[in-house]
């Protein structure tokens, strides 16, 4: 009998959701698993990996009402015996992301197919209509999936969501990244200067100004460390006038879209996040992986990841001189620098490989067809 998984997301545009659905989809379907993705829009960079790969993509944008027929062949969920077929079905529908969770719970209450919805984040965007809509279309979720406790908390206060329908899966290091065998000293990157990596969507949930702040308070320290920035978004051309301004245009390199994230974090002394808010970074995970200390916000996920004052550094949000005098320390102390580089290679061989996370999903998955029938 065969067994599928529909992953459902608004678009692949290069986030920490959208990597982990295509490293999922990989996995599960070198498992044995009939794998498709369905995005809303027909966009992304992560769009040729997607290829490259060889998974099953449809948009709605691009293919329309006919990619969700031969997407759903003999269980089309616009046919009239749609809830014949679904009682027998072997599909499960995975929606990730805002959008993505909604269109994946119409396409299971009109196909009979159970759901799984990720949160994937603490935001705090969403207005009460977002919340409201939740609520009205809760029936239609069999299992909601956060990646972090803060997400679980947040399911439970704010959604309403019943514990009983909540299955907490921490994210697993993606499996392109390999974990490190040994750990360097700082400056040990190649520079003769200390490299602080920043990466992320560069918008204002990631606060990348307040990064560039506390980076020229650490230039005070060390005036030629050089700041790595991985990543685009609105707030791009914002953060250039800033270096400019500030005439730091040697201490700042620009890199858009990273592809090898292995080669980026090797290139690094530490790594910088200063989200407003998160689910489970990823990115972190792949900083820790290769024996980069943290300093980071004290946002969502994040200190679920970081220890504080063991594998890094977690300050209160919107302090720049804060993180910045927490950087100065991290690269003062060679000893301390080296202790916690070891300390996130080891946190990650024990808590957060991809093999456990594909495991608790595929786990999940079964259970979901099981109790279908």
Sequence with gaps: MDREIVYVINDLVGGGAE???LDLAREMTRRGWNVSVLMILHRGVLLERAREWGVNLISLEKDGISGLRRLFASKNPLSETAGKSAEKTTRVIHGFLYWGNLLARILGLVSGSPVANSLRSTDLWRKSWHILLDRATLGC????????????????TVEKVPACKIRLIKNGLRSSMEICGAVNSPLASGEKRPVIGFAGRLADV?????????????????PRALLRVAGDGPLRNEMMQAVERWGIEGNVQFQGHVQDMTAFMDSLDFFLLTSRWEGFPNVLLEAMARG????????GGASEIVINGVTGRIVSKDDSELLAREMITLMAEAHEYERMAENC??????FFTFKTMADFYENLYNELVEASH
Excluded: H
């Excluded at 069999?142 to 399911?155: F, H, I, K, Q, T």
């Excluded at 980069?292 to 946002?299: M, Y």
């Design 19 to 21: 990597a982990s659905l």
């Design 141 to 156: 979720v069999d299992m909601y999936v956060p990646n972090s406790e803060a997400g679980r908390g947040r399911l439970l």
């Design 292 to 299: 980069k200390p943290i300093v980071t916000t004290d946002c």
């Design 206 to 222: 990631k606060n990348p100004m307040l990064a560039l702040s506390a980076f020229c308070i650490f230039l005070q320290r060390f």
């Design 345 to 350: 290679r080891q946190r990650i061989l024990k």
